[in-house]
Structures are given as C-alpha cells and as structure tokens.
C-alpha cells in the first residue's frame, strides 16, 4: 500500500487571495459595496443612471433631430463671414482658413519644440480634427473641393511648423512667441483685408461664428495676464496713488455684470472718443472683456503674491537685486506657479464669457444657434439639440484648457517643493 | 547721459535714483494721467451729448413706465414710474439671488462630498457633473433649459398630477398657502412648533451627552428632528382636526376662466424657472469644487482621529472635517454667492424680468446711458455688500486665530 507523503516540512504555498478581493469582483467590492451604505448607494445611483443613460441614448438616436445642426454646418465655424453682405462674391471662405492654417503651423512648432506627448497630441487632434471635417459629406455646391482642400492642407502647415522646429534655428521658445504674435497679427489682418492689396475688406461687423469668440478670447487671454499682473502689482505697491487707482479699477470691473459693460462698451464707451475716431464695436467689446478679465486676474495674482513667503524678497533685496528685479525675477514666477490654476480658470471664463457678446447683437456661435431656431417652422422643436452642440463645442475648448493646465501644473511640479 | 543731468541731485543722490523723489513722481505722473483721462473721456461724452443729440438724463424716472413686468414680489402696475419698476426689477434679482444662492449651496455641498466619496460610481458621477456645468457657457445652459421648458406641453394639454400640480410650458404650479386662516389658532400652532424645535434640540443634546458618557449608540441628531417634525406636524393635524378650522388658508391651483389659466396655489413661472435652474445648475459645480478642495484640505490624520475616537464617517465629517474647512471654504463660496448675483443680469434673456433685462427694455425708449449708470450703481452695492460680508468674516476668522 503506497500512500501519498503529505507531511512535508515547510511552509504550505500560499492560497491566493479570497475571490472577494481579486479581479473584477474584488474591484467592485473594494469601491462599490464596500459598506452596506456604499452598496445601497450603488444600487440606487445605478438604477437611477441605466434609466438616465436609456433615456438619453433614446432621445440622441431616435427622438432629436440633429438636421438642423447640419443645416447651419459651416456658419458655426464662420458665422456671415462669407455671406453676400460681408462679402460681395462669397470667395472669402479661404481668409478663415488661412488663419486656420497659421494656427495648425504654431500647433507644429510647439510640438517641435516641446517635444512632449502633450504637444504632439493636441497638434495631431487639432489637425486630425480638420482633416476629418474635409470629409463631412455636403454636396459639392454645400462644401466645394476647394474648401476641402484647405482643410486637409493644415496637416502640411503643421508638418511644416515642426519641421522648421526641429531643423532650424527657430525651434526655440522664444520664437515660437514672436511666431505667435505674428501670426495673430496677421490673421487679424487677413480677416480684414487691405483694398490696396486688392484683398477686399471685411467689415469686423460681419466676424461671427465660433471665430468671432476664438478672436476676443484670444486677444483677452493674451492681453489681460499683463495688465493683471500690473494691476496686482499696483494694489500691493505702497504708493498710495497707484495703490488706490488698482483698486477703484479693480473693484469697478469685478462688481458689475460683464453684460452691464458690453452694453456700455456700445453705447457709452463710443461718445468718450472723438466723432473722428474710427468707431469700432467688435474692438470696444474685446477691450470691455479684455478689462474685465484683467481685473479678476489681477485679484488671483494678487493671491499668489500673498501667500508668498516674505522671506523670499528680503533674500533677494539682500543679494543686493534691486526691487525691480526682485519682483520680476523672484516674486512673480513663483506667485504665478502657484495660482496657474486660478489664471487658468480665469482663461476658461474668459472664453465662456465671449458668448455675452450674443446680448449686444453680435453674431457669436451661441447666437449663431439662436438665429437658426428662431422663426423657423422647420426647426422649431429643434432648439435642444442646437444648443446641446453648442455647449459640446464650447466644452471641448474649455475642458482642453483645464485638461493642458493640469499637465503644466504637474510638470511644474507645484504642490511638491 | 549729458552733464547736467548726471549733475542734479538731491541729498547727495542723483534725483532719478533717489527713492522718494522717484516715487513721488510715479505717484504724481499717474495720478495726473488717470485724472486727466478720466476728464477727457467725460468731456468727450459731454460734448457729444450736446452736438450729437445723444440722450441724457434722469427725468424720466418720475414718468409712467407704461409697460407690464412679467414677473414682480412687489406690487406693480404699468402705471407706475420708471424708478419704481427698477426697483421692482432690483427685488427680483433679490429674490432670484437669495433662492439661487440657498439651492446652490445645498447641491454644490452634495456633490462636492460626492466627490470624494468612497463609492467609485458616485464620484465619478459628481466629477461627470462638474466638468461638464462648470465649462459650458452659462448662457448656453440658460437657453438649453428655456427651449426645454418650451417644449413643455401647453396650459392646456398640460401634465396634471393628483388634481394639485400643473406642469406646462408657462410654468409649474403646486399647492401653497393662500393667506393667514385662524389667527388664534396660528398662534397656538406657531407656539407649540416653536416648544417642539425646542424639545428637539434638548432631546439631541441630552442624547449626546449620553453618547460621551456612556458610549454605544444612540442617534441624537435623527432623534431630535423626528421629536421635533413629530410635535409640528402632530400639532397641526390634532389643531386642525379638533377645532375644525386650519391656521393657515391653502390654495390648490386649477383651471381657470375661458383659456384654463392655472390660477391659486403657488406658480413658479417658466422665465424664473430657467434662471433658478440654470444658475443653480452652474453655480453648484463651482461651489462643489470648493467643497472638495476645503475637505481635502484637512489633514488626513484629523479623520483617523476622529474615527479612532469612535466617530461613525458621517459623525467625523460633520464634527471634525467641516468646522476646519469651512475656514477654507467661506471666502472663496462667498465670491460665488457674488458671481451668481452677477449671474442673474443673463435672465433676461431667457425672459426673466432682472435689473439688466429690464434695463435692456427700457433702453428702447430712454436713455440707455443713464439707465445702465443707475443699473451698474445697484449692482456695485450688491457686490460691495458681499465683499463686506467677506472682509467682516475674514476679520472674525483672523481674530480666532489670534486668541
């Protein structure tokens, strides 16, 4: 009779882990019905979410009529830009694109540049975003092939922005800032159009659609950080003059609606300049958001510039810097490393804030949507649906921007020193 | 830099790297630069008000406004003046302020803990919820929900639940009181609703001490609100059953006259509807994140010491975390209060007659730059109230701290 010899000495090999906690089910257990609590909350919170997610999906698929999305198509993008009013002879369409372009060239350099995932991947979206859009399937007269063409032309301008990164001696950053302020002077002026260049004008009037809020919350992303940071310099300066001067300004701005300032930015802000001055609403309106938004940015600064640790100045004073020098060199960059999320949720607003510019009249994408809805048998029960990718759009910017501030965030390493 | 130049000092200091003289004259200079602006731009203003017939002034405000307000707390009439529809208008911007301000700080609390709680479902449900209100547009959410409610049916194909709530597109009606029925038996109901919150609170107290003594236990809170919901509601029903009458007179909506108007009850009328949701719907993502990042601030230890006390989660949360994050939450939450008062200026166009839409309405027929100067005053007071608020609670907290 032979038996198995099972009393081996040594440790038995260890069981693996009760099912409870592996895979799957020791995920589920571990953050879904961890406490009796947490599992009641699940099973309420699930039910409540399947019936959500059903009716949602039965309405985006069966019930809404997305026609009136694709009806407006372009003009999301353009607005009137191209109409017969803006422009006699509708051949405006590539002034737009162009500007495209040189912005998919900047995407390019800072790729080239940067040389991180992050970079690479928003050029490659942007650009694939594009290429994509050059296939929608209008008919010819709806969306010529030149129109495509342009389109898909964006993936050479980013190739050569990267290229002239990596294989010349741009691929700097300081170039990849001259390069941006060209190129947002130059579409500005590519928009507009010089007659003696035998390019005719578009009327800034006639700017609408999504470019028309790129433009102002580009203009006031880039303009209002510097005059923040001076108007949070002037606040904490010990001069009285300048101080109180900050602060009047400041708290003017931030305590009334920005509506309240679009409406005087039409209707007041005009009659302070002479009749002869060139009356302009869109530039009015940038210059009222711009302010707007530089008074709460100054406000942020001015938070990062606080929490600083005195000490750092006194070092720097004793290191013999001069006070110029020690606000530039020592306390900003510090003061601004650690209030970039609230610099940037200050950008994100800004950009949300240019749909205001719907209540003056002008044709920004939101009233854009609006116009197409209003007054229209056709799209009458429409106007959901319409305003749903209106916010999706806007949500793709916004949630971009928060998305690239954590990352920077990260790599700054704030929170960690 | 030539001779003379280089020549001129004052105390023995070149004068351009003397400090106070520098600073004197970056003072001056700018002072005179904003000054002479300022009178520059107001010149101008005058003068193209005289030559260009540009309308100015503020006679009209004793004049009839002449047009009906939608939506008024006050009494109003289209024969009242200007200045008194503006204020009719400022109190609906109050009021729309006051509930938006109430509901979103409730839902912003609820999803902000939603947040950081331990039910992965729940969490990434509140985080959906924040990144998706908190970047979109507020304007765009408002006209969402307007066409929304539009799409509602109508008055009279209206949904009608239980005889008493009418939802349709001009609004949503539900049963409220109508006025005071029984004054001496309000009274009494009043007294005994009052003994009861009383009793409540003796009740919870007691049963917290007895918690602390010894041990186990013994739910003071819940016990203390069902004595205390216990003795209202009891009151009411023994009240009104016995003496037959109720304190307070109801109203329940119906159809009304020839085109079923729902009339009676309480009717929250579709243009406040939309602002209340839209604004709360915003404002609640903003103050979540406050919420989540005052919790967060807390030392983790303060949580394993009040749960190591013997603490349940929700007891640890209510007793330790918050009293230490409200430190941190209150000055940013206050700034949102003033956003969301701010905020309200977009309801006229989603149709809720606020300061600015009415202001926007009246500009067609008055002078818009005086109209937006009295408008832009009452928002400054509204905002420099809160910033008040804010400072006082600053001033409060630091003294705290000092003790």
Known sequence: MTTKQTNETGPAPALPPPILDRGAVGWAHANLFNNKFNASLTIVVGI????????????????????VVANVGGRFLIGNYNSDQ???????????????????????????????KLMRNLALITVGACVLLAFIPYSAERMGMDVRLLLVANVASMA???????????????????????????????????SFLGIQTVDSRQWSGLQLNLILALAGIVLSLPIGILLALGRRSHLPVVKWLCVVFIEVFRGVPLITLLFMSQHLVPLAF?????????FNAGVVITLFSSAYMAENIRGGLQALHPGQAEAARALGLASWQTTLFISLPQAIRNVIPAIV??????????????????LDIVNIARKAVEGRVEFQGSAPEIFLFVGIVFWIFTYTMSYVSQRIERNLGVGQR | MPAFLRNLTYEGVPVWRH??????????????????????????????????????GFGFLDTEYQTPIGEHFIPYDPSNSYLYALIVAAVNTLVIAVFGIILATILGILIGVARLSSNWLVAKLALAYVEFFRNVPLLVQLL??????????????????LDAFYVNNSGISLPGPSGI????????????AIAGIAGGVYVSRRLAERELKLGGVAHPLLTGWAVAIAVIVGSWLILSVVTGMSPIEWSVPGPEGRFGRIAGGITLRAGMLVVLIGLVMYTAAFIAEIVRAGIQSVGKGQVEAGRALGLTPMGALRSVIFPQALRVIIPPLISQYLNLTKNSSLGGAVGFPELTGVGITMTQREPAISIFILIMLSYLAMSLTWSLIGNLYNRYISFERSR
């Open chain 1, 274 to 282: 002479p009749a002869t001055f060139p009356r302009n609403d869109l």
């Open chain 1, 160 to 194: 050569a922005g990267w290229a002239l990164a990596r294989y010349t001696r741009f691929g700097t950053v300081k170039w990849v800032v001259i390069f941006s302020v060209v190129v947002f002077v130059l579409s500005l002026l590519v928009l507009q159009g010089a």
């Open chain 2, 181 to 192: 029925g029984n004054g001496a038996i309000l009274g009494i109901w009043m007294a005994l």
């Open chain 2, 144 to 161: 969402f929900w307007f066409f929304i409610i539009l799409a509602l049916p109508p008055v009279r194909e209206g949904i009608v639940l």
């Open chain 1, 86 to 116: 803006a422009c006699p002879g509708n051949d405006c369409f590539w002034r737009p694109q162009v500007s495209l372009m040189m912005v998919t060239f900047l995407m390019g350099m800072g790729w080239g540049v940067a040389g991180s």
């Open chain 1, 345 to 362: 949720g200050q950008f994100i607003s800004l950009f949300k804030d240019t749909s205001l510019v719907y209540i003056i009249g002008m």
């Open chain 1, 48 to 67: 409540a979410l399947v019936f959500a997610l059903w009716f949602a999906i039965r309405w985006v698929f069966f019930e809404a009529d997305w026609a």
């Open chain 2, 19 to 56: 400090a106070r003289i520098v600073q004197w004259t970056i003072q001056i200079v700018s002072g005179v630069a904003a000054v002479a602006l300022v009178l520059w731009f107001v010149a101008n203003i005058g003068l193209a008000i005289d030559s260009r017939n540009i309308p100015f």
